[in-house]
T-cell receptor, first 117, second 115 residues
Framework: AQTVTQSQPEMSVQEAETVTLSCTYD???????LFWYKQPPSRQMILVIR????KQQNATENRFSVNFQKAAKSFSLKISDSQLGDAAMYFC??????????????WGLGTSLAVNP | GAVVSQHPSRVICKSGTSVKIECRSL??????MFWYRQFPKQSLMLMAT?????????EQGVEKDKFLINHASLTLSTLTVTSAHPEDSSFYIC???????????FGDGTRLSIL
């Protein structure tokens, strides 16, 4: 079975600085998707970025980028120029590409990010 | 695009009441919808997966007679918590996904409080 591990329960960063959140996963599959979701205090789940395992190029979305290391099964999220609105819980998630109609996500436990002014 | 509406956002009711939560995909067809439960400061716990027109698939340990899920159309799924008790108090979130490799998009969640 697949697992997702986020080893940092809490992180903090100064406003305008850069922070990296770590995520590792375990799978025997070769094709899958990886996601980072953000959950602010409002508790809405927001998709931040996603990566297809077959793509070597790291995904980027404005200030958010990932470092995808397939051999190491690592999928870290880098937030550049951190803003106060980035303060939230960040969840890493895995989804098999072979699941057919069962496309459920495997979730990490989350990292709580604080942004200090 | 990819907006999911979940209603109601907050419910407070007495023990023994049944509560229905709706999850709607507003601008896409959701072939699959997911229902989660989230305890404070914890990750999401998948309760069940529903595909339009078929019975929901429940995760181990989730009582299907307690948490009734209906996915009658490509834009609507409902979760009914039957005869709710205080231990059912929690934050419930739905998500929806269309065909292919599309990601899950989430509703804003429902905070359920059973007195």
């Amino acid at each position: 079975a697949q697992t997702v591990t986020q080893s940092q329960p809490e992180m903090s960063v100064q406003e305008a600085e850069t922070v990296t959140l770590s995520c590792t996963y375990d799978t025997s599959e070769s094709d899958y998707y990886l996601f980072w979701y953000k959950q602010p205090p409002s508790r809405q789940m927001i998709l931040v970025i996603r990566q297809e395992a077959y793509k070597q190029q790291n995904a980027t979305e404005n200030r958010f980028s990932v470092n995808f290391q397939k051999a190491a099964k690592s999928f870290s999220l880098k937030i550049s120029d951190s803003q106060l609105g980035d303060a939230a819980m960040y969840f890493c998630a895995y989804r098999s590409a072979y699941a057919g109609n069962n496309r459920k996500l495997i979730w990490g436990l989350g990292t709580s990010l604080a942004v200090n002014p | 695009g990819a907006v999911v509406s979940q209603h109601p956002s907050r419910v407070i009711c007495k023990s023994g009441t049944s509560v229905k939560i709706e999850c709607r995909s507003l601008d896409f067809q959701a072939t699959t919808m997911f229902w989660y439960r989230q305890f404070p400061k914890q990750s999401l716990m998948l309760m069940a997966t529903s595909n339009e027109g078929s019975k929901a698939t429940y995760e181990q340990g989730v009582e299907k007679d307690k948490f009734l899920i209906n996915h009658a159309s490509l834009t609507l799924s409902t979760l009914t918590v039957t005869s709710a008790h205080p231990e059912d108090s929690s934050f419930y979130i739905c998500s929806a996904s269309s065909l292919g490799d599309q990601p899950q998009h989430f509703g804003d969640g429902t905070r359920l409080s059973i007195l």
